[in-house]
Nanobody
């Protein structure tokens, strides 16, 4: 199974920015679709953004125009640039890997990285 390792979380003030990274242990990373999920305390895990192998992106309504998902196939890495952060963005963020054309979530998850937005 593919291993996923997230990094980049932390504490940030409202209005600030963070960039999350997720590195995948696979030589065929470029073939997979990737996504970021988040889970806040007491809430279900939700899809934040996803990107296909071809680079097509989709976003949850709550993060559109603030978050950007991207990928670097040479580094086996997917990113989530988060701008204009709000307290309601506080959650554990998880990276997810999926087979081409399949419905998310896919079979592989990272361990998660905590994002806390607070003054």
């Amino acid at each position: 199974q593919v291993q996923l390792v997230e990094s980049g979380g932390g504490l940030v003030q409202p209005g600030g920015s963070l960039r999350l990274s997720c590195v995948a242990s696979t030589s065929i990373f470029k073939m997979y679709a990737m996504a970021w999920y988040r889970q806040a305390p007491g809430k279900q895990r939700e899809l934040v953004a996803d990107i296909t192998a071809g680079g097509i992106t989709t976003y949850a309504e709550s993060v559109k125009s603030r978050f950007t998902i991207s990928r670097d196939n040479n580094k086996n890495t997917v990113y989530l640039q988060m701008n204009s952060l709000r307290p309601e963005d506080t959650a554990v963020y998880y990276c997810n890997l999926n087979y081409p054309g399949a419905t998310f979530p896919g079979p592989s998850w990272g361990q998660g990285t905590q994002v806390t937005v607070s003054s």
